[in-house]
């Protein structure tokens, strides 16, 4: 099975996605803020560069998409019909980081949560964000 997009597009397509500042964040940072927490955005001194740094909390919070972390057993995350070695490749290597990363903030002391970009969606995001105020202020662990 061939890409529906050709060589030039398609480069062009996977050079618009954004690292920071995507929407899932954005919603989380919202919310956040609205319910009175403040916190810091991409602290460059912390391993892995978290999206969200509640310093009050001692808690860090990525937000991950789906594809890009290779979400197991979620509908986002699908393997692309082409160059798909190249691909696991890739993702197996984000994987790997993201939990030395993890291994490291919890060597420093901080608490982690990860919010996956499938939480976040329309039926499951009001959930996902209140089960994240109710965590962070340990009201249910």
């Keep these: 099975m061939s890409d529906v997009h050709d060589r030039k597009t398609r480069s062009y397509n996977m050079s618009r996605i954004k690292g920071k500042d995507t929407k ?13 927490f403040r916190y810091r955005l991409h602290d460059k001194k912390l391993p892995g560069k ?6 009050k909390y001692n808690t860090v919070i990525f937000v991950n998409g789906c594809f890009w972390h290779g979400h197991e057993g979620c509908r986002y995350f699908k393997i692309p019909s082409t160059k798909q070695q190249w691909w696991k490749k ?3 290597d984000t994987k790997k ?17 990860v919010l996956w970009e499938c939480e976040l969606k329309k039926k499951q995001a009001e959930a996902t964000l209140n089960q994240l105020i109710e965590t962070l202020t340990n009201k249910r662990m």
Excluded: T
């Design 24 to 36: 899932p964040e954005m919603m989380v940072r919202r919310f956040l803020f609205a319910h009175g």
């Design 50 to 55: 978290p999206d969200i740094v509640l310093k």
């Design 90 to 92: 890739k993702i197996a």
């Design 97 to 113: 980081r993201d939990l030395k990363y993890q291994e490291d903030l919890i060597k420093d002391g901080w608490k982690i949560i």
